[in-house]
């Protein structure tokens, strides 16, 4: 911790003269004053602090005002209230209204050095804790639009989040069904606990038993132990299903019953477990058109979407692409250490005219090239792919399609650039020895400019 800035209010000249000569002698940075008055027009201005040591009698205002007025202006500043001896009822009076200690005088400086020493400590050690939580908290990835179209199914998405309710997202793929279902999650009573994803797609019958359901000791061979199922873990949960459509009508059946009953046997076991889980269920398949071909079961269908949230496709919101546009270039930029922070009018023409038949994942995915390719700090035509009038795409417009070596070609002369070909740099970001890249220069023919 820097050296902490103490503010001291006693009307003595004397006590205010030793008591900045010891706290000084320790390394604190101090700052007296003689009055009340003085005292809150520091408070009131914009400098920082870390604690006040204040006497309880001054001519000019008394210390339970000073005290509160202190609060009012400062309330995270640690107070310690010094009182003569006789006047300790003042002094707990500010302890009961939230001062950290009091301190009888005179004492000996030992005993304020004690008490100093353990409000830094407990002060840093809650910096800490908050650091550590800020940490661990997963920061869930930001929804990003500016269409009407998406503030509207935004507003309605925040709404039924709060119902518990199960949900149904449809929507062509790579429109942000997933990033929808973890909203609805972090927007419900919920989200203080885990959100549970799994891909229906990749539950084979005999994976869904002992994935899904878990089992007891010795419901099989070589069943060891007990083994928890993904529906046990997601009690209180939310659990996710993604591709729902791709689901096979055997685990269909399975799980309408958990859906139905709110209760699942593990295998292997005769009991009964009761679970409380909200499901959001995804697909970009076209369900009823399913249910007709009899790939999916109509009860299932009409458990699972209580609420049904539609994701248009990109091309129907052409208002989202630029700040979408953006906010992957900034990310992109961030981790590739460039500064590339903004498109040109072509290429953000080029953007919104085209398709987007793969919606928000392509345009990740364009970005992210496109901020590879830069060599400058904007997104220009030829960083970008060239597409055709239906959508789909054609070559490269800086010529051919890139090969995945021409890509690292032009990604490690960008980088090289960018750091005025200084090559330990280089290397460092590149996250390559300095061997490798200097056969890289060579091989590339980057050396010289
Ligand atoms: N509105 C948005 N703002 C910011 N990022 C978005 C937005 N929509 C989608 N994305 C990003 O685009 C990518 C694709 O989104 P997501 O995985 O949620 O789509 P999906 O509909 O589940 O796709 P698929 O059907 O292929 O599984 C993700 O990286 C997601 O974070
Ligand atoms: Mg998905």
């Known amino acids: 911790m820097a050296k902490a800035k103490i503010l001291i209010c006693d009307d003595e000249a004397e ?18 004053y003689s009055s009340g008055t003085e005292l809150i027009s520091r408070l009131e201005g914009s400098g920082f602090a870390d604690l006040l040591l204040q006497d309880m009698r001054l001519p000019d205002m008394d210390g339970l005002t000073i005290f509160n007025q202190t609060r009012r202006i400062r309330p995270d500043l640690p107070v310690v209230i010094m009182t003569a001896y006789g006047s300790i009822d003042t002094a707990v009076d500010a302890i009961k209204l939230g001062a950290y200690d009091y301190i009888t005088k005179p ?30 908290q997963v920061k869930a990835p930001q929804l990003v639009f500016r269409s009407r179209q998406f503030r509207e199914i935004y507003d309605f998405t925040l709404q039924v989040a709060a119902s518990d309710s199960n949900i149904l997202i449809l929507g062509e793929s790579g429109t942000g069904k997933e990033l929808i ?88 076991s005769t009991r ?62 961030k981790r590739m250490k460039k500064q590339v922070t903004a498109i040109s009018a072509a290429a953000l023409e080029m953007l919104i005219n085209y398709q987007w038949p793969g919606n928000a994942r392509e345009l990740e995915n364009v970005m992210e090239r496109a901020v590879i390719l830069a060599r400058t700090n904007e997104i220009t035509v030829d960083t970008l792919p060239i597409w055709k009038k239906d959508g789909s795409q054609l070559a490269n417009a800086s010529g051919g399609s890139l090969s995945l070596e021409a890509l690292e070609k032009e990604h490690i002369r960008a980088v090289y650039e ?32």
């Open 107 to 136: 004492f000996p400086k030992e005993k304020l050095l004690g008490i100093l020493a353990n409000i830094f400590e407990r002060q840093q050690l809650k910096e800490e804790n908050r650091k550590l939580k800020e940490d661990l």
């Open 272 to 333: 009964p477990q009761s679970v409380d889980i909200r499901f959001v269920a995804a697909t970009n398949r076209d369900l009823e058109q399913e249910m007709r071909s009899g790939r999916f079961r109509e009860d299932f269908y009409y458990r699972l979407n209580v609420i049904t949230i539609n994701l248009p496709p990109l091309r129907e919101r052409p208002d989202d692409i630029e700040p979408m546009a953006l906010h992957f270039l900034e990310r992109f930029s």
């Open 418 to 449: 960018a750091n005025s070909q200084n090559k330990s740099k280089t290397a460092e970001l590149l996250g390559i020895s300095r061997k490798t890249l200097d056969r890289k220069i060579v091989e590339y023919g980057l050396g010289s400019r």
């Open 181 to 268: 279902a973890s909203t609805i999650h972090n927007s419900s009573q919920r989200r203080g606990k885990t959100f549970y994803s799994i891909n229906c797609a990749a539950l084979t019958e005999t994976l869904l038993e002992s994935q899904l359901f878990g089992h007891v000791r010795g419901a099989f061979t070589g069943a060891f132990s007990t083994q928890k199922g993904i529906l046990a873990e997601s009690d209180g949960c939310t659990l996710f299903l993604d591709e729902v459509g791709d689901m096979s009508l055997a685990v269909q059946a399975k799980l309408l019953r958990v859906i139905q009953e709110g209760e699942f046997i593990p295998v292997g």
């Open 15 to 32: 006590i205010l003269r030793y008591l900045k000569k010891i706290l000084e002698g320790e390394g604190y940075h101090v700052e007296t």
